[in-house]
């Protein structure tokens, strides 16, 4: 399984971006999906998982930012990031399956995408 994020760039605080993820090897739709995020220094962590009934989770630090998405035709997963902060400055990655819960679970990764927010 290969899941390639995408739309990662440099954004000012208050900015906005929208990562992808598309996958061509499974149907995103019948597995959870979601994202995970490793920033400078720090351990990786789940940033959003989505089931495959669509129920989506938010880790605290983005909950009312960020949003996940999925476009089943197109078999893409999306991040909605609104209003970064440079504390969301990470190498953000999709994967699959995830689960979440105290200690979220994420599968399969593919390579990052890059997301810098400064002023």
């Known amino acids: 399984v290969q899941l390639q994020a995408s739309g990662g760039g440099s954004v000012q605080p208050g900015g906005s971006l929208r990562l992808s993820c598309a996958q061509s090897?499974?149907?995103?739709?019948?597995?959870?999906s979601g994202w995970l995020r490793q920033r400078p220094g720090e351990e990786r962590e789940g940033v959003s998982c989505?089931?495959?009934?669509?129920?989506?989770s938010y880790s605290d630090s983005v909950k009312g930012r960020f949003t996940i998405s999925r476009d089943n035709a197109n078999n893409t997963l999306y991040l909605q990031m609104t209003n970064l902060t440079p504390d969301d400055t990470a190498v953000y990655y999709c994967?699959?399956?995830?689960?979440?819960?105290?200690?979220?679970?994420?599968?399969?990764r593919g390579p990052g995408t890059q997301v810098t927010v400064s002023s």
């Open positions: 090897r499974i149907t995103l739709e019948h597995y959870p």
């Open positions: 989505m089931q495959a009934d669509g129920t989506a």
């Open positions: 994967a699959t399956p995830c689960r979440w819960g105290q200690i979220p679970f994420f599968g399969t």
